[in-house]
């Protein structure tokens, strides 16, 4: 929006919106006869979690909370439909094209809201501890705004804590569907301890 304007930046993020849903039509296209249920689910899925019942309005809540001390509950509500629906998307999406059971797509959606919790406490804690060029913007920030996070409610240690604890119920769930690889329990790993 910067460079752009804000006009330009929300008329580009509405083409992005559109044209995930134009790419993911075309599965229509290679699924078998079998599958066109699947695909129609995994639409239901990419259209219901970024929605209003997912990220925009987790996203809504953190803006219209800005600058207002936040209950747990209020963080919690904004973590999980603010980072952790997008995550559940993804898994959801992969276990229903993949033909996985209405449990095993479930069990992907619970892992999903684990590893966006944990991904964004983790945030929070960079925020505290990060290294500036590391992570790529100012740490200390949210305290400068005054911005309710996990941290300051929790405490730095505790929050550690449950970052291992919320990614520990992830992995455990994911260990049950990777078949030697290890791939998603990796990258979950990756993306719950970074540094940046």
Request: proline residues 2%.
């Given at each position: 929006?910067?460079?752009?304007?804000?006009?330009?930046?929300?008329?580009?993020?509405?083409?992005?919106?559109?044209?995930?849903?134009?790419?993911?039509?075309?599965?229509?296209?290679?699924?078998?006869?079998?599958?066109?249920?699947?695909?129609?689910?995994?639409?239901?899925?990419?259209?219901?979690?970024?929605?209003?019942?997912?990220?925009?309005?987790?996203?809504?809540?953190?803006?219209?909370?800005?600058?207002?001390?936040?209950?747990?509950?209020?963080?919690?509500?904004?973590?999980?439909?603010?980072?952790?629906?997008?995550?559940?998307?993804?898994?959801?999406?992969?276990?229903?094209?993949?033909?996985?059971?209405?449990?095993?797509?479930?069990?992907?959606?619970?892992?999903?809201?684990?590893?966006?919790?944990?991904?964004?406490?983790?945030?929070?804690?960079?925020?505290?501890?990060?290294?500036?060029?590391?992570?790529?913007?100012?740490?200390?920030?949210?305290?400068?705004?005054?911005?309710?996070?996990?941290?300051?409610?929790?405490?730095l240690e505790r929050s550690q804590r449950d970052v291992e604890d919320i990614s520990k119920k992830a992995i455990d769930i994911l260990e049950k569907y990777d078949k030697g690889?290890?791939?998603?329990?990796?990258?979950?790993?990756?993306?719950?301890?970074?540094?940046?």
């Amino acid at each position: 929006h910067i460079v752009y304007g804000e006009d330009m930046a929300i008329l580009a993020g509405d083409a992005l919106l559109n044209y995930a849903y134009e790419v993911a039509t075309k599965a229509f296209d290679l699924a078998e006869k079998d599958q066109i249920m699947n695909v129609v689910e995994a639409i239901k899925i990419l259209a219901s979690k970024p929605g209003i019942y997912g990220m925009i309005g987790g996203q809504v809540a953190d803006v219209e909370l800005e600058g207002t001390p936040l209950s747990m509950e209020q963080i919690l509500f904004i973590h999980k439909n603010k980072t952790s629906a997008l995550i559940e998307a993804c898994m959801m999406i992969g276990a229903v094209l993949a033909g996985a059971s209405k449990e095993d797509v479930l069990k992907m959606e619970e892992c999903g809201e684990y590893i966006g919790l944990a991904f964004q406490i983790q945030d929070d804690i960079l925020d505290l501890t990060g290294d500036e060029e590391e992570i790529g913007k100012p740490v200390g920030s949210d305290e400068k705004n005054h911005k309710t996070t996990y941290v300051t409610l929790k405490g730095l240690e505790r929050s550690q804590r449950d970052v291992e604890d919320i990614s520990k119920k992830a992995i455990d769930i994911l260990e049950k569907y990777d078949k030697g690889d290890c791939y998603l329990t990796n990258l979950t790993r990756f993306l719950i301890h970074r540094t940046h």
